[in-house]
């Protein structure tokens, strides 16, 4: 048990350190070849990422009464934001990759990368303001394809494409609370780098003569500032006294959008084509054909829009209220393959949806005798279609979630500092009978919520 407390504090730092440290795994998937990468359905936090991605309906009640976790995917809910709370989040993947049709192959990645971190606090609890600061990774480019082709001939070519880099948002969001409904904006950077290489060999099969190799290397690093707004609010439908006092069950309905506008990012742009030897260690260029500095350019990515309704019970006591159960659905949906253009190219992708479907359920969580009782228990699912359109038959993905929410400290009166643990296991696939590509992913989520009263003032000297 002791072990564990000190995992658990260092949990903190860990995730720092898989920031500050870029990670070398290679996510090795060729659906990262497309658009911005991959992982962009993935970019909730990990008590949101348990139900299916439930986010938009998501309020702050249905943390429970250990501190809560920050639900950034709308901003609306800053303002409920109660207690100054650090959020951390991991994830860790197992992806296996199957090509279908003649040549078949396999391939399988196992990697660990950050999902987000950031924090939130609230402006003025009188006025329901708060807050929200962060870092959170969006997509991942990270691939090596080998490729052999035969020519008329009898020649062989060999290709190997190699790409790196992603999109990073770095952000900063306000929420204001009324009793019943909610607003909220976030805005800050969209920060990306998309690096693509082509080596290609050529071995001829009728003489002796050697072919140097020849390379095209493009390093593109683009950046722009986005705004995503944010509506949220919950209204009781059906109520039940239980004696005199505060003690009652409420039946509540909520309800939350949010929606980014369309984006265009400025880019440079660096190409160079040469030919001489290159590895994976090394790159000795002979002769250089083309060699550009600071090509100018743009990359539009659309408008997302997101829906979401939750039912959820809620139990008032004298120590507090909870959300008992809630029961929540969310649809979200963007058009790349109308918006999205990479310095004027379009590419092989498709106007994305996804459906998603959330619940979860705390026994009595002011039953502090019974630790069990007071863990949130998640599951969710959720089915749709992928932005990228790899083989243009239109890429279904869809998979199970579930989760816990664990709280760590036991509740004392006189202490206002929570510790939540909230775990999360999605089990899906990308891809279908119809595609030429299919992929199974396994992805378990660890996210670290620590919450606590800070500036405050003080009441005596």
Known sequence: MLFAKKIIRLTPFLGLVCFITPTKAQINSPFSRYGLGTEIVNNQNVTSQAMGGFSAAYTASMNGSFGQSVNFNNPASYGTIYMTTFDLGLNFNNNNLSKLSSPTGKEKSTYLIPNYILVGLPMDKNKKTGMAFGLRPVTQINYAVNETK?????????????????????????????????????????????KIENIKSFKNSTDSNYFFQSTSNTNTVFSGAFFQWGLLGEFPIYKIQKGKGVQKTEYSLSYGATGTLDQTMKGKQDMVRSTGNFTASASTPLDTAISLKNIRGNVKIPAMYTLGLALHKKEFDTRGSYDQWVLGVEYNSAAWQDKYSFYGQKDVLSNSWMLRLGAQFCPNAFNYESYWST?????????????????????KISALTMGLGLPIRKYRSYDLQYTLLNLALQVGQRGSGVNDYKESFVQFSLGYSLSDVWFNKRKYD
Do not use: E, H
């Open 375 to 395: 863990v949130t228990y998640r599951a969710g699912y959720y089915t749709g279609k992928d932005y990228i359109n790899i083989d243009n038959k239109g890429l």
């Open 150 to 194: 035969k020519i008329s001939s009898g020649d062989t070519i060999f290709n190997n494409y190699i790409g790196q880099g992603g999109l990073n948002q770095v952000f900063v969001g306000v929420g204001k609370s009324w009793k019943y409904f909610s607003i909220g904006a976030n805005t800050g950077f969209n920060l990306g780098r998309r």
